[in-house]
């Protein structure tokens, strides 16, 4: 008699559980995989040469860091807008890639660009204007020299914001229609050329903060040109044309806002509420900014492929519900809930290990270290059951339309939990930056559980985006 082959044998468990767990009428696995993988690449990419810049300022000492840390969480605040009318774009073209309606994907695809293009246009030229007020309103209380660092490099970013609008649209629309490996171009572009740039502009040049702004400015609008050439010139699938841009539809404009406005809102709530907490760390003093500098770092590594899953999780979702197939919906919801956790385990068994030779990256004061870890390692361990139902969740709900819940919920348990919380255990009970963690990880938890409830019922599957 033959025995089975053991390899064969595991390969078919594998695929039987891959077509149980990750395989329906909407779309299987084969897909989803060919979707995932360029994103979670991207999405490495990205979080690694963050890493890699953030450790080359640091070699311009901790004013330096502390200013960058300072100016990009007021950065992620206004990206975040243009960035979430994008998500809206991205959830219409989804829908209707998932129905069959390739006509109406181009004019979603032409009037995402325009649309993010002038918002961020709009929030550039208002931040260069007030640019002195703002940095004395939130940060007034940090050093003079953090404050001259910041204040070059909130004006050079705010110009740059263009450029990463456009490749924000270009890169939500391509998604929508599953075509992450044009996405994962346009980023590598982005951020190879950053990196470069950052070398040479601070590692040889010693040109500090204004080095990195230069470098993030032609990195962006090369991008930027570049993602503009393959609508126009490469791709098949959206028919981009320039002059589309120019000729927006009104009644798809308004299919996108109702979906982006209120992600928009919920994270311009969700990240003031971020850069709120900034201050209480501001006033906590230089090292402090640096902890939570390099912590941010830490945590992004950490987090790398569960975004990637959760940007897999709106093009899914909503193709889904272009066909209205409830039931694949919440399949794959549930399916990468726990796919998330899973992945969330794994980075915590690898990492934690290294965090001597990862955290030794940053050049950070002995006096910070050991707090850096006791951080890194209970926020390692909360993400495992938190992480997916918070942020994961939600995509699967603004995907199916169900935005407007999604944000008001995220507004709420942030302003209501991780601030007063942040605020209580931070400063007024002296837990410090440990503290503001702390609080944030609870938020978690809250959060998530009011989503867990909401996805139990129908309501969030009634609202129909498209005809």
Known sequence: MVQPNPIARKQAFLEKFLVKHLSGDSIDYRQIVALFIPILIDQAFIVGLNLLNTAMISSSGVAAVSAVNMIDSLNIFLISVFVAVSTGGTVLVAQYKGSGNPLMVSKAASSTVSSVFLFALGISLLMIVFHGPTLNALFGSASPDVLANGRTYLIGSCVSYAGIAIVEAVCGALRGIGKSRASLALSLIMNFSYVTLNVVLINLMHMGVLGMTIAVNVARYLAAICAILYLVRMDTNLHFRIRDAFQVSLAMLKKILSIGIPFAAEQMFFNGGKLLTQVFIVSMGTYAIATNAICSSLAG????????????????????????????????????????????????????????????????????????????????????????????????????????????????????????????LGIVLNFGILGVWVAMNCEWGVRGAIFLWRFRGEKWYRRRLID
């Open 301 to 424: 590594v950490f987090q790398i492929p569960s975004n990637a899953l959760s940007l897999v999780t709106i093009t899914v979702v909503g193709q889904c519900m272009g066909r209205r197939n409830i039931a694949d919906a919440r399949k794959f919801t549930k399916s990468f809930l726990w796919t998330s956790s899973l992945f969330f385990l794994a980075m915590l068994l690898i990492l934690m290990p290294l965090f001597r030779p990862i955290v030794g990256m940053f050049h950070p004061p002995a006096e910070i270290v050991d707090d850096i870890f006791i951080i890194t390692l209970i926020n390692a361990i909360a993400q495992v059951p938190l992480w997916g139902i918070s942020f994961i969740m939600p995509s699967a709900l603004r995907a199916a339309g169900d935005s407007k819940f999604t944000s008001v919920m995220s507004m709420l348990s942030m302003w209501l939990f991780r601030i007063v919380l942040g605020y209580m």
